[in-house]
């Protein structure tokens, strides 16, 4: 208990330089469990909005990709190789026997403007298949129907906020929004739903289709398309199905690669799941390097200490204390301040987590506030190490005090 003792008689004696020594590794070890813990709420919160969407439901976009990588729109790359046609091949149960119901999207953005209100806001052309598949509902009027999907029909539904943004306090139903200089008939306002993986359907237009396509987009191809099928042991099933029918729709001979990227809830759950970890750590490993530094100016304190206190270092020697025990001495002392720095850290880390997880679920976002035991540990276990490593030197420049020369320093 000696060591210690002496440990804490020299820490005390100097309570505000051991303040400033161990306020590198506070920041740096809060830094860390902040970063991890919004990191895990963040992986949390999309993979929780993934898994809403539903577990018999299959994603297709254009453009080829890696077996366990993301498909290229995903990234920013822009294919055209998705067409209206083979959304009207995969939902005919001729090709896919399994499928429930089918819809493409294509997505832009826009001044949209009602009598009195105008904002920028994103719009969507979807199928008239779309409330099957994401399960969503009016609240009031109707979605638009098959016909209307492809007759150029000028009608839009509201998401929730939408409709209370360009028309407050107002019945949107029946009248008109403009978009990109054409006019629209509002038919209908989807219930409130939140954020839903990427986007918020309660901040969107939706608009049929064809419509999307050919007035305000002018494109041919679909961003991307979900297919929901009547079971969720049917998925595999009906991943073989569509990629035959995709095939087939494309032209592609048995030597050519897939043009497309079929992917189901469970693949999107591993891949965003991999990708979040991948961000988690990064970001985690750039806060700890605040760890080094105060790693470097406990090292400093650490070598001042040294020289302050070579007579006791000398008179300890003189009366029998080995190498090891002068040794032993400092670097106890070293792991002491690290760890003392690192539950302070780690207190605050959860503490300021905490509050920022309050902050969001009070602006009414969904969030999750995750202290894995895991960072703890890591925490933990990352001070004693920066403790060890940089309290190395100085133990050892003190363990070689010369007990002659100690006695006559002044």
């Known amino acids: 208990m000696d060591p210690i003792k002496i440990t804490y008689k020299n820490l005390t004696a100097a ?28 992986q949390a919160f999309i993979l929780n909005q993934i898994k809403k969407s539903g577990s018999n439901v299959i994603v ?51 001044t949209i403007k009602s009598d009195n209100n105008s904002l920028q806001t994103s719009y969507q052309g979807v199928s008239a298949d779309f409330p099957e598949v994401t399960s969503t509902k009016t609240v009031k009027g109707r979605f638009f129907d098959q016909e209307e999907e492809t007759n150029l029909s000028r009608i839009v539904v509201l998401g929730f906020k939408r409709a209370n943004d ?18 629209f008939i509002v038919i209908g306002i989807l ?5 839903s993986a990427f ?10 289709l064809w419509t999307a396509q050919k007035i305000l987009l002018g494109i041919n191809h679909l961003n991307f398309a979900r297919i929901k099928i009547n079971e969720e042991q049917n998925i595999d099933r009906a991943v073989i199905d569509i990629k035959k029918t995709l095939r087939i729709q494309h032209k592609l001979k048995d030597n050519q690669e897939n043009d497309f990227t079929i992917q189901n ?33 406990i090292m400093n304190i650490m070598l001042i200490a040294v020289n302050q206190r070579i007579r006791e270092i ?12 002068i040794i032993f001495q400092f ?37 999750f506030f995750i202290i894995t035991p895991q960072s703890i540990f890591m925490g933990v276990a990352v001070t004693f190490l920066v403790g060890l490593i940089f309290g190395m030197y100085p133990a050892r420049k003190a363990a070689k005090v010369s007990p002659m020369e100690a006695l006559r320093y002044e």
């Open 15 to 42: 309570k505000f330089r051991s303040f400033l020594t161990i306020l590198g590794i506070i920041i740096g070890v809060a830094s860390v469990i902040i970063v991890m813990a919004i990191g895990s709420g963040a």
């Open 60 to 110: 297709i976009f254009p453009g080829a990709s890696e077996e366990k990588g993301p498909p290229p729109s995903v990234m920013g790359v822009v294919s055209t190789s998705l067409t209206y046609d083979d959304l009207k091949a995969i939902n005919n149960r001729k090709n896919v026997d399994n499928v429930v119901a089918a819809t493409g999207f294509v997505t832009g953005s826009a």
């Open 166 to 183: 360009l028309f407050p306090n107002q019945d949107p139903i029946g009248k008109t929004v403009t978009i990109k200089e054409q006019t």
């Open 191 to 195: 219930e409130e739903k939140g954020s």
């Open 199 to 208: 986007s918020n359907p309660d901040e969107t237009v939706f608009v049929p």
């Open 265 to 297: 809830s469970a693949q999107a759950l591993s891949m965003i799941s991999a990708i979040t970890d991948i961000l988690k750590y990064f970001m985690a490993s750039i806060a700890a390097i605040s760890l080094v530094v105060g790693g470097i100016g």
């Open 314 to 325: 000398g008179l300890r020697k003189a009366v029998g204390a080995k190498n090891s025990h």
């Open 331 to 367: 670097l106890i002392e070293s792991i002491a301040v690290t760890l003392a720095g690192g539950i302070v850290g780690i207190v605050i880390g959860i503490g300021i987590s905490f509050l920022a997880y309050y902050i969001i679920i009070t602006l009414g976002y969904t969030w």
